[in-house]
């Protein structure tokens, strides 16, 4: 593949001291998109169908984080979430930007209120989709995902655990996806991220829940009914310890509730960041 002429190739950013691969649209508010922790993930495909109508009134930012999608991997990089929350907020101080809306999606999440805990005046409203940050037992299907090989087989096996609706994840899209984790790269760094057993990082990503008890941010917490990745009952336990949040769960949706209910995401999004 043509690296220079894939979508998920956008701006790029020293941020942290690592070149960073990110997607600007829109101007107004910022809102900073954090992908989610799958095989071959970038940016530009977790939020694809979110940044058109979402940048229509605001700025829209999203990065690939370090370790992910064309953002640079240094082979002696540490994957942890300070580091993370380090270069998250490297990118931000990079663009001046002092403060945005954050919308994580499942390991974005987890980071995105990560973040929020240690910066609190660099986040105005903060959403978590689908979010890890709070203790659970590791799903089979987060097992699956963080322990993947690469093989059109196995992400087949993945893409059907993600989505509800499983006409959304046809042989296509597993192989674009398949293709995108065998990468020059790609694969070595997912690896070094979630080796065996998995638990212990579901476990390093979750905040303390004293700390999140305190959060002052408007906070909207989504997640899919259905969802077989994360369990639903992470964003139950998210909204009862968050003073100021509020829940919203789409039924007939599993991990991916940015891909399978777009429309009706943006909408709560647009809603929930409007003044």
């Known amino acids: 593949m043509n690296v220079i002429s894939s979508p998920e190739v956008g701006l790029s950013i020293m941020a942290n001291g690592i070149q960073t691969n990110y997607h600007d649209a829109g101007t107004g508010t910022p809102v900073l998109l954090i992908h989610g922790s799958g095989p071959g993930v970038s940016a530009w495909a977790n939020w694809r169908l979110v940044i058109p109508q979402l940048s229509t009134r605001h700025r829209v930012l999203a990065p690939d984080m370090v370790g992910f999608g064309f953002t640079d991997r240094p082979v002696d990089h540490n994957y942890t979430m300070d580091e993370w929350v380090h270069h998250t907020i490297g990118f931000m101080d990079a663009l001046g930007l002092e403060q945005a809306d954050l919308v994580g999606n499942s390991f974005g999440g987890g980071l995105a209120l990560a973040l929020a805990i240690r910066h609190p005046s660099r986040v105005r409203r903060l959403v978590l989709m689908g ?79 004293n700390d999140i008890r305190n959060l002052p941010h408007d906070t909207l917490v989504v997640h899919g009914r259905e969802d077989r990745i994360i369990p639903p009952q992470n964003s139950h336990t998210l909204s009862n310890w968050i003073p100021r949040s509020q829940l919203h769960v789409f039924g007939q949706c599993g991990h991916w509730t940015q891909i399978e209910h777009p429309k009706r995401f943006v909408a709560l999004l647009l809603n929930f960041f409007a003044d």
Do not use: C, H
């Open 131 to 209: 979010s890890v940050g709070v203790p659970f037992e590791i799903t089979l299907g987060l097992d699956a995902v963080w322990g993947y090989t690469p093989s059109f087989d196995n992400m087949r096996t993945i893409m059907d655990l993600f989505a509800y609706d499983r006409s959304l994840v046809n042989d296509e899209l597993a192989e674009l996806r398949f293709q995108a984790s065998k990468r020059p790269g790609f694969q070595e760094s997912y690896a070094r991220m979630f080796p065996a057993p998995r638990q212990r990082w579901v476990d390093a990503m979750a905040s303390a829940e």
